[in-house]
């Protein structure tokens, strides 16, 4: 049994930042990627960022420059810094994490989201 637990979501002004956290606990045998998704009332989940944990990421064009995702391998946690938030941010944003839970075996496990809102 693995979770992820996601905090930071919040309601901040178009400019402003959050940082959002996440940690996985539970049956890990090693983390391959940790990352973070988003989806917005009526689109379609959609990647925002994630992290190898060779420190190798990935960004969503739409947020690069704005966003930086970081990780803490020894706490099986990630991060998101977002700054120069803006209103087509929000959404509920979920913390991924792609695990080995058993030798050979692994998942993509999902925590239950945090709502981040910007407002104009």
């Known amino acids: 049994q693995v979770q992820l637990v996601e905090s930071g979501g919040d309601l901040a002004q178009s400019g402003g930042s959050l940082r959002l956290s996440c940690a996985a606990s539970g049956s890990i045998l090693s983390i391959v990627t940790m990352g973070w998704y988003r989806q917005a009332p009526g689109k379609q989940r959609e990647l925002v960022a994630t992290?190898?944990?060779?420190?190798?990421?990935t960004y969503a064009d739409s947020v690069k420059g704005r966003f930086t995702i970081s990780r803490d391998n020894a706490k099986n946690a990630v991060y998101l810094q977002m700054n120069d938030l803006r209103p087509e941010d929000t959404a509920v944003y979920y913390c991924?994490?792609?695990?080995?839970?058993?030798?050979?075996?692994?998942?993509?496990?999902w925590g239950q989201g945090t709502q981040v809102t910007v407002s104009s």
């Open positions: 991924n994490g792609r695990i080995y839970y058993d030798p050979g075996r692994w998942n993509d496990f």
């Open positions: 992290r190898t944990s060779g420190g190798t990421s």
